[in-house]
């Protein structure tokens, strides 16, 4: 019967012990008793799609009821691609990454550990979904998002997703009673203005604190992640790994000059 | 006169103090007087579009003969952040990133701290080219990169670049006269499949080293940027930041369930 069950990897960026993880777990054990938990063993928000090449990494067993699992030393992407080489049995049929605590949606998708984990899957060949909370801090409110998300697990499990793709789910900071229901969308086209702090350190010293202010570019787009979760909506932008500006090469075809 | 030069800033992913970067510097200096460079203090490779945010950041001032130069604490991407932000005069009229030890070609690109610079650039709104020679080493032979680099960014001033796009450059590690001129291409479609090494530390616990091996899965298609390297053309493929993978949203509709 085991064996019947799908194979589920987890990890996130906020940390092994963040409540985003946990709730993840607890949504996915009620799925499948084949959980496997890789996630860092520290915060690494924003990390990205980095990699440790300098380093070397370490896990470490992390006692979890009813679940295997680990944290690791290295970036989210580094967990993916240690868990599928190290840990886990065999190929997962699905990657969970989250629940992160804040919005991965638009421009974040390209900044966000939790979803590059969720890309690392998609390069890898194997099903992926990383979820996000339109909420930063520590006791951000999960609860409205589950069943959502078991919806969202089933689905994927019994449609298969395609090949080389992921999905980014974004839910909006609300009461269950507020959301609006799912919405699939295209990442809105925005961006994080710098405004970095400067402060002094005793020696009196410059240092710096990246801050920004957030700026979407097209508000009123209803085929929008932004304009779905403004409405109370949930986001589902499905993603992809080719970032050939297609639109672009015939434009520069002056710039071949065989010999 | 001085404010009809570009204003050109430059950073890499191998640190202030790279062979590449240094080559990339001697190129841009006999184009513009307007040069300012604010790159890595330490080696930042496969750092992906990683930014500090749980940190403070520096910079540093850093003697570099006829440019303004920084060394700085954080990523590459905040290089040109905090350089956009703290240090250039005005917007830039071009990033150059680079030029790197080793390829971004294919895959590479997500990974790459080198090309995440040249995205951020792109995401501000400034045209970036990201330059890449296919050889790791420290003392990778840099020279027949150096007219088609020239050739590239005087091209670039020339003709507007696509707003919100940037362009990553990839040398064959060949000499000057097998190069064949420039290709532009699509991102192939390639994967590293990994095979981390486990080695035991003096007290026998095990430890993580990633290695892998590059598979390209379309090593026929000459529309692709590892055909064109194969072949010992330079690799010029333009990229954007929209990972939407606009062929799924009509797939997973079903998934839309309003209350």
């Known amino acids: 019967m085991a064996n019947k069950q799908p194979l589920i990897l987890i990890t ?23 959980i496997y938990v890789v996630a ?25 009821d009813g679940v295997t699992a680990f944290s ?32 991965n949606s638009s421009i ?28 930063h801090s520590i006791d951000a409110y999960f609860a409205p998002t589950g069943p959502y998300i078991k919806q969202i697990i089933e689905f994927a499990l019994k449609n298969k997703m395609e090949k080389h793709t992921c999905w980014n789910v ?14 699939i969308c295209r990442q809105a086209r925005a961006v994080w203005e710098e405004e970095f702090q400067e402060r002094q350190d005793p020696s009196g010293k410059p240092y710096y604190w990246l801050t920004g202010k957030f700026v979407n570019h097209e508000p009123d787009r209803e085929d929008t992640d ?17 970032v050939t500006a297609y639109h672009v090469i015939d434009q520069i075809k002056g710039l071949e000059n065989e010999k």
């Open 12 to 34: 996130n960026d906020d940390g092994i012990t963040a409540p985003g993880i946990l709730h993840l777990i607890a949504i996915a054990k009620t799925i499948s008793n084949q």
């Open 170 to 183: 974004n839910f909006p900071s609300i009461s269950s009673e507020l959301i609006k229901g799912i919405r």
């Open 226 to 242: 932004e304009w779905a979760l403004s409405q109370g909506y949930i986001s589902l932008v499905p993603v992809q790994y080719d």
């Open 108 to 135: 974040n998708v390209i900044y966000s550990g939790t979803m590059s984990a969720a890309v690392e899957g998609a390069i890898e060949g194997v099903p992926s979904i990383g979820f996000s909370l339109c909420d």
């Open 40 to 64: 860092p063993d520290k915060p690494q928000s924003g990390m990205g799609h980095a990699i440790t090449i300098n380093a070397m990494l370490r896990i470490q067993p992390f006692q979890m």
């Open 72 to 103: 690791c030393t290295g970036t989210p992407v580094d967990c993916v691609k240690l868990a599928i080489s190290k840990v886990v049995p065999r190929t997962p049929d699905l990657i969970l990454s989250g629940v992160n605590h804040g919005s």
